[in-house]
Structures are given as C-alpha cells and as structure tokens.
C-alpha cells in the first residue's frame, strides 16, 4: 500500500511540473511505534509477559505500556495499549477477589 501511494503522489507531483521526483516507501515499522521490549507469550525462554502481562518470573508485576506487542507493525498503537492496560487491570482484580467497575 506504502509503495502504491507513493507511486500516485509522484505521478501527481510530475503532472504537476515538478522534476527529479524520488519516491519511498518503507516496509520497516515506524520508529515512533516502538515495542518488543517484554513481549508477551506462553513461553518463559522466549517471553516476558504472560498473556495477561504478567512478568513470568516476577509474580507481582504487571507491565501494560507498548512493549508487551512483539511488533507495532505499521498502525498506530495507542488504543491497543490502552484496551489491553484494560484487561490487564481487569485481571488483576479478578486476581485479588476485588469488584469490577460498572464500564467492566
Ligand atoms: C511523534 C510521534 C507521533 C505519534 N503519533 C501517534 C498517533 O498518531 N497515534 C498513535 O496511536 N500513536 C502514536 N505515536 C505512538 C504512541 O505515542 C506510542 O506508541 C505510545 O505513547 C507508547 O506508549 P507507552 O506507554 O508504551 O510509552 P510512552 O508513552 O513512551 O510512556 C513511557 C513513559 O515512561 C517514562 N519513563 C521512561 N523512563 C523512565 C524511568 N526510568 N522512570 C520513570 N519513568 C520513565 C517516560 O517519561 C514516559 O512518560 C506517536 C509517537 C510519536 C513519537
């Protein structure tokens, strides 16, 4: 998709006179999409993170930023960090036997 628009908006930018048009696209996720750091999974030797984020080798910590997604891919991120520091809590409570919220 990145190649085909970049594509388009030369072919406008010649249309439009301009010369020596270069055009880019990059596979490579953004560098404002960072993630990876502790991963989440089931396996201990290849994860952090459990898959409710908990630390595998840290029974009391819960780690909720970007870092539990492997990749950030190519879209943004931030709902997706928010909805799983969501269920994170949510788990957290079913943990200590507490109340839900009424948006739970
Ligand atoms: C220029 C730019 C544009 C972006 N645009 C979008 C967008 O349009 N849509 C979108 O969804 N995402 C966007 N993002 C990505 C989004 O901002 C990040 O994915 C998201 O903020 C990551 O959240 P996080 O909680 O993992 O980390 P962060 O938001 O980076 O939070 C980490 C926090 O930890 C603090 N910290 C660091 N070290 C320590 C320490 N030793 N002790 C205590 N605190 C510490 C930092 O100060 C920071 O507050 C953009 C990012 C950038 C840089």
């Not at 072919?11 to 696209?25: I, P, Q, Y």
Request: glycine share 12%; net charge neutral.
């Amino acid at each position: 998709m990145g190649w085909y628009l970049a594509a388009r908006g030369a072919e406008v930018l010649k249309r439009l006179g301009a010369r020596d048009v270069v055009s880019f696209a990059s596979g490579k996720p953004p560098t404002n999409l960072v993630a990876g750091a502790s991963r989440f999974g089931s396996d201990p030797q290849t994860t952090v993170l459990d898959a409710d984020c908990r630390a595998h080798d840290v029974e009391n910590l819960y780690v909720t930023d970007g870092s539990f997604m492997p990749d950030a891919g190519n879209a943004p991120v931030t709902w997706t960090i928010y909805a799983n520091a969501f269920q994170a809590a949510d788990r957290i409570i079913d943990r200590l036997g507490g109340p839900r919220g009424s948006a739970g």
